[in-house]
């Protein structure tokens, strides 16, 4: 009886689908802006809600509160922060995201993994296991649908280049990609990253800071020593 019904309305729905055409465009353009604006409702509303649930936020957050699946109570971000299109953020603990960081579509986080050491269950039945929080630094951009692991902190100003796998941490002020993820080049030359970091307003134990976190990843000599030169605006002793 079912299928007879239902065979009987494809059948009436093909015989006078040219009419139901001419009947359907009218009402859906009449009805097209108000569709849309209970669409823009939706999503307004789903964005407030998903802020509420952050663990923090600063002023300005763009994410996408439809298509992206992000775990809100562990995630703690900064201001003026933009999670692309489709973010996956697992904050089972804690997730910090820096000041104007930036995703790409689809980057996902995760703080935690499934347990596959357990004797007679299976890794669905297993849970997380331990936690371990996840730091990125602020002025970073990572690139289209990279993954970044459990336990990785990501210094300011680095640049993740896309789909790329990161398991380690990375200095600041580099660019790097790649699966697994390495550092491929510095973004600034010493002399540049200095020159940037003083228009930002960093101080001079700031800047010298940053030159020794990045210096070890290139196994460079640290630059601290050469601060004066590099017109710190202080003598060595006080831009240690």
Not at 203 to 223: M, N, Q
Request: with cysteine; glycine share 12%.
């Amino acid at each position: 009886m079912l299928k007879f019904l239902r065979n009987g309305v494809a059948r009436w729905i093909r015989r006078y689908q040219s009419l139901l055409l001419v009947v359907a465009r009218p009402i859906s353009v009449v009805m097209y802006p108000f569709f849309e604006a209970a669409g823009q409702l939706h999503r307004i509303g789903a964005r407030e809600m998903g802020l509420r649930r952050f663990k923090a936020a600063g002023p300005g957050v763009q994410f996408d509160s439809l298509g992206g699946h992000i775990r809100f109570e562990g995630l703690e971000v900064g201001s003026n922060v933009f999670l692309g299109a489709g973010a996956r953020i697992w904050a089972l603990q804690n997730v910090r995201i820096g000041n104007d960081a930036m995703f790409g579509p689809e980057v996902y986080v995760m703080d935690a993994y499934h347990r596959i050491d357990i004797v007679g269950k299976t890794i669905r039945d297993s849970g997380a296991d331990e936690r371990s929080p996840v730091v990125i630094g602020s002025d970073v951009w990572v690139g289209t649908r990279s993954t970044i692991m459990k336990g990785v902190e990501i210094g300011d100003g680095t640049v993740v280049g896309a789909e790329s796998l990161v398991t380690k941490d990375l200095p600041p002020y580099v660019v790097a990609g790649g699966n697994p993820c390495r550092v491929l080049r510095k973004r600034f030359s010493d002399e540049e990253l200095v020159r940037h970091l003083q228009l930002v307003g960093k101080g001079p134990r700031e800047v010298a800071a940053t030159l020794h976190a990045r210096s070890k990843a290139f196994d460079e000599p640290c630059r601290c020593a050469d601060c004066s030169r590099l017109s710190l605006g202080g003598n060595g002793s006080d831009s240690r």
